[in-house]
């Protein structure tokens, strides 16, 4: 039942919230990470590349934690792991780095002992883990989430992004917990901006899922998170205010920040000046950011098999 030459799966990052939709809207992106899972006889962790600086290497590393939940769910024992994990996204930053570690180690531990749990499983299982459900929605089914979480089950509705949908990532060089990046937000709003919240995010999903591009820019407002977390990312408010005029269709704190994200139209010939606009803006605050251009990925976390004789790091090279 255990897959004797073990499992390897490849998880995209993800942006949450789009603006208004906050804890509820995701969508994945075309930035990966990769993870090797297979039984062994002594707990041991191969960690590749510059973001996985500082994750631990011993059984209380977040990958060997959420594998066991699937094991124990599933009635099975599988107490000593070798797992290998290769990341591109950054860490900290607002891409969705924690969610693609909890999709990515669930994935892989199911798909070791054969599948026993549903893909529904997971995702209740991965929102548990993570506490809401944008980020492992959109890093497990792929393309744009909506999603709703009671506490106990998480749903969502996946669907294709607009096709000419293109994503500009900043990433600052600095790191944002999302802890500390949820403390600053208030426990009551009014209702005034619960109505501006709620008709900007019913309005943006409608947007994106009728491929109306040029409706997303006045639905990306937001006045439940990003107006209280602007005081911690120099820049943000300048750069929300004013992306549209430099070719934006629509502007966004990515996930609980710092990353800032743009959406744009792959058609459109302004990309150079969005991005010098947003980088010029963080540097003339003091911070240096890295920009990537990246497009929704729509397969969400998959499988990768049939390459058991290449090592790891050949199999993420040849991507
Ligand atoms: N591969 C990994 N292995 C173990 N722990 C990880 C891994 N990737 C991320 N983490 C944990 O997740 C933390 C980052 O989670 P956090 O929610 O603060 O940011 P994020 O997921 O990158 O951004 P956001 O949730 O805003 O999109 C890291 O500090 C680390 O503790
Ligand atoms: N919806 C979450 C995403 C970050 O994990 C937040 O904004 O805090």
Known sequence: MIQP???????????ANLGPGFDTLGMALSLYA???MKEAEQTVFHLYGDEMQGIPRDKSNLLYQVAQQVFERAGVQVPELEISMYSDIPLTR???SS???IVGALAAANALIGSPLSKAELFDMATGIEDHPDNVGASLYGGIITAIWDGVHAECIRFDPPEDLEVLVVVPDFELQTSEARKV???YISRKDAVYNVSRASFLVGALASGR???IGNAMSDRLHQPYRAPLIPGMTRILEEAGNHGALGVALSGAGPTLLALVDRQQSRKNELEAFLLNTMRAEGINASAKWLLPDVEGVVEIS???SRSFMD???GK
């Open 5 to 15: 030459d073990g499992v390897r799966v490849k998880i995209p990052a993800s942006t």
């Open 34 to 36: 990769w993870i090797e």
């Open 94 to 96: 607002g891409l969705g």
């Open 99 to 101: 969610a693609t570690a």
């Open 185 to 187: 937000l208030p426990d």
């Open 213 to 215: 591009m040029d409706l």
């Open 306 to 308: 049939g390459m058991p």
């Open 315 to 317: 199999m993420v090279k």
